[in-house]
Nanobody
């Protein structure tokens, strides 16, 4: 199994930046597609971004141009760089890993979540 530990959340003002990180351990050979999800109170969980083993990326429309997902295979770590943050970005953010396209599949492993709060 894979264990994921994420960090980097916090409170920022609108327009600010934040970088989330996720470190994997355990059965890291099974890691293929890496992603970030978020869930705000009263809303469904959504896929924010993912990156494949080949470096292909996906972003949900609302974060395109503001968020960047990256991957460091040597350290088995991936990141979500968030810029120009908006209050509507406020949510619990979860990293996840899977073996297929997260737009159509289900992650195999989840991080514990890190809170991102963006003030007006």
């Amino acid at each position: 199994q894979v264990q994921l530990v994420e960090s980097g959340g916090g409170l920022v003002q609108a327009g600010g930046s934040l970088r989330l990180s996720c470190a994997a351990s355990g059965s890291i050979f099974s890691i293929n597609v890496l992603g970030w999800y978020r869930q705000a109170p009263g809303k469904e969980r959504e896929l924010v971004a993912h990156i494949s083993s080949g470096g292909s990326t996906y972003y949900t429309v609302s974060v395109k141009g503001r968020f960047t997902i990256s991957r460091d295979n040597a350290s088995h770590t991936w990141y979500l760089q968030m810029k120009s943050l908006k209050p509507e970005d406020t949510a619990m953010y979860y990293c996840a890993s899977g073996i297929g396209d997260l737009r159509v599949g289900v992650p195999r492993s989840w991080g514990q979540g890190t809170q991102v709060t963006v003030s007006s």
